[in-house]
């Protein structure tokens, strides 16, 4: 919401403060300039936060006073978008709820941001959402001094530096006065934004080729049993049988050492 802002600036101290500290005068004139006041594209200035770098001072020539150009930080209101604040309806129109902060008060609700379905009271002059129930539809009615929690969803500066008369409006002779537009304005939002369906994961990547160098030695054996299935060199390319394998080929390879050369009869 508040936000530390780098400024530069050239300040004036008259010669009636040059027995104060000259820190002390420069701040003084910093918050007459910019506290309370509207930084086009920046925000609300609030207060000075520190000084960072004070340059010389000059006297220039018919003027008694000194200018120094400052370096500085100050604080100011800019809350960033889908923020969420809480402030008290200051009042209602059919443009919408103004909703204000205390010390900021150009914050509108349009009706298209309220709680849905809404409608405006002309005799009471307030907004009031229509509730809807099992019991049916209750009228919640949003009174000045209310409480009410918001999220800001857009911004808007306007320049309202002075500025010469038009050619057209000089030739006119309405006495109209033009209408006054505030240089900071939060539009913002009490309706609740709809919750978007729930996706599941997506799934795993499907199995495919062992590519590790590791492997089990088959269906339903110790699965601690691993052997490296490495080419076994000068052996015309096969793997390495597994631990169990190569045990039973080497018992069957000694029983047939012992039964060679003797002879079976039947009978």
């Not at 019991?135 to 500066?157: I, K, N, P, Q, W």
């Not at 002075?162 to 002779?173: D, L, N, R, Y």
């Not at 390495?240 to 045990?247: I, K, L, Q, T």
């Amino acid at each position: 919401m508040f936000v530390l802002v780098e400024m530069v600036d050239t300040v004036r101290i008259p010669p009636w403060q040059f027995e104060r500290k000259l820190n002390d005068s420069i701040a003084e004139e910093l918050n007459k300039k910019l506290a309370n006041k509207v930084v086009y594209n920046v925000g609300l200035c609030i207060c000075l936060f520190d000084i960072t770098k004070l340059e010389d001072a000059y006297v220039f020539p018919g003027d008694g006073a000194s200018h120094t150009k400052v370096h500085f930080r100050y604080v100011v209101f800019h809350p960033f978008l889908d923020e969420i604040l809480i402030g008290k309806i200051k009042g209602c129109s059919p443009e919408g709820v103004h909703v204000s902060l205390g010390f900021f008060d150009d914050i509108l609700i349009p009706p298209e941001s309220l709680q849905q379905p809404a409608k405006f009271d002309e005799a009471e002059q307030v907004w009031v959402w229509e509730y809807e129930t099992e019991e049916g539809a209750h009228d919640l009615y949003m009174d000045t001094g209310e409480e009410l929690r918001f999220r800001v969803v857009d911004e808007s500066f306007v320049d309202t530096s002075p500025t010469g008369p038009s050619s057209a409006e000089a030739a006119s002779s309405s006495e109209e006065l033009p209408r006054k537009e505030a240089p900071y304005t939060l539009v913002v939002s009490c309706a609740t934004p709809p919750s978007e369906p729930r996706e599941d994961p997506p799934d795993p990547t499907p199995p495919m080729a062992v590519t590790s160098p590791w492997v089990t030695c088959g269906p339903g054996r110790d699965p601690r049993s691993r052997v490296r299935a490495a080419v076994a060199l000068g052996k015309g390319g096969e793997s390495d049988p597994c631990p169990r394998e190569r045990g039973e080929a080497a018992d069957q390879g000694a029983e047939a050492e012992r039964n060679q050369g003797k002879d079976f009869r039947v009978g």
